[in-house]
């Protein structure tokens, strides 16, 4: 593997790549789901299908509230009910929740070929940082930026930039790999390549093409291949 892996990822000009974490390097979806239809039964709702759940678990808990109880932010009930849903997820952050498949493998493969990598998500940190140790990626990761790291969150490079200085790299050596526009444009804005996740979690009406993002991968172990393609 290690000599494969090498082998492939030849170019110098990428060093560090950074992932979205819920979506592209996780998938979180099913954990979340659950507590979104947990807390619909709580307050005598029917379940939401899965599918429907998924389109929308890059969004956060705002937008997970939002499609449960089709209310908006500004409305009385909003925030007692964000509040209970992550204390829901919080209590069952990592019971399904697993890597995509053949995500291990990839990076695997990046250390083996001397790159590093970190997350960058717009999830808080308080829901971050036991998420990523419990998958194991605590130690691995070179940065793990959430939503309250910097006082700027994704679409804002701020956080990309941040990464950046942890992992030792300059915006230009730097890939980052979301499924979410904004992830696209934070990447741009930060100077770096950008990579469209379209195994996440996107929505029916998301028109990837328009996101002006330097490719696009179907499943995580396409990474290495255009990173040698491309990188």
């Not at 930060?190 to 998301?206: E, H, I």
Request: charged share 25%.
């Amino acid at each position: 593997m290690t000599e494969v892996a090498t082998s492939r990822v030849n170019s110098p000009a990428i060093r560090t790549v950074l992932f979205d974490l819920d979506g592209t390097l996780a998938d979180t979806a099913p954990d979340l789901a659950l507590a979104l239809n947990t807390l619909l039964k709580e307050t005598g709702k029917p379940p939401l299908p899965y599918e429907r759940i998924r389109q929308e678990a890059s969004y956060g808990g705002t937008a997970l509230v939002r499609l449960g109880f089709d209310l908006s932010p500004e409305d009385n009930e909003f925030a007692a009910l964000r509040q209970r849903f992550l204390d829901l997820y919080q209590s069952r952050i990592c019971v399904d929740t697993r890597l995509f498949d053949g995500m291990e493998s990839v990076l695997n493969d990046l250390a083996s070929a001397n790159m590093n990598w970190g997350i960058v998500t717009n999830k808080p940190a308080y829901l971050t940082d036991p998420l990523v140790k419990l998958l194991g990626l605590a130690d691995k990761a070179a940065a793990v930026v959430s939503g309250d790291t910097t006082n700027n969150s994704k679409p804002h490079p701020e956080p990309l930039l941040h990464a950046c200085e942890l992992a030792g790299s300059r915006p230009e050596q730097c890939l980052y790999v979301g499924d979410a526009r904004r992830d696209i444009e934070a990447g741009q804005r930060a100077g770096m390549k950008t990579l469209v996740a379209t195994f996440g979690y996107l929505r029916d009406d998301d028109n990837t093409d328009e996101w002006g993002a330097d490719g696009a991968i179907a499943s995580p172990t396409e990474l290495i291949e255009w990173i040698r393609r491309h990188g």
